[in-house]
């Protein structure tokens, strides 16, 4: 099977269920800001200084994106039947603030805004927050009616997680904060 198909040449691309749209459609775009986010999380897993409980922390992560990403190419949920695969569930969002919890309680506390930066496993996760961002505003503006809350709820969550990582990275690695 080759990788082009020559079916997108004129700007269109199908859904899951085969329904096409332009490839600007909001909810091409929301998907593919959760792919670009995605993509930038395998860049931080290949910095060399990302202690290895982040990198298998990320990789899960990841996976929950490519879910998430699934059921956002699937406007008639007929992926969700197709197994645990593409199933975002509270027990996702919930593992989500537990890492936050875990990473977060031997941080110094936050009296002020810091800079996004420090060394470079830190800065690309402060990018990824800010990717994240951007992906979860690509939902929302799907509609809250039109997609599964614990979606919404899993990328909101995952920014504050993308946040306390870099701080925790950078911290570990004793790369101050800069305090805005």
């Known amino acids: 099977m ?71 190419a699937d406007p008639s949920e007929r992926n969700v039947t197709r197994g645990d695969k593409v199933v975002v569930s509270e027990a996702d969002i919930q593992r989500l603030e537990g890492w936050i919890d875990k990473h977060e309680s031997g941080l110094p506390p936050l009296r002020r805004f810091i800079l996004p930066g420090g060394g470079p496993a830190g800065a690309h996760l402060h990018l990824a927050r800010t990717i994240c961002r951007r992906a979860e505003r690509a939902v929302v503006s799907l509609g809250v009616d039109h997609v599964d809350a614990r ?20 911290h570990g690695a004793a790369q101050p904060e800069v305090e805005w």
């Open 151 to 170: 979606l919404l709820a899993y990328i909101n969550r995952l920014s504050d997680l993308l946040f306390v990582l870099a701080r925790f990275v950078n």
């Open 2 to 72: 080759k990788i082009y198909t020559r079916t997108g040449d004129a700007g269109s691309t199908a859904l899951f269920g085969g329904a096409r749209v332009l490839k600007n459609d909001p909810r091409v775009a929301a998907y593919g800001d959760v792919d670009e986010l995605n993509a930038c999380l395998g860049l931080v897993r290949a910095q060399r200084d990302l202690p290895a409980e982040v990198t298998r922390l990320l990789e899960a992560v990841q996976k929950d994106l490519f879910a998430i990403g699934s059921r956002l």
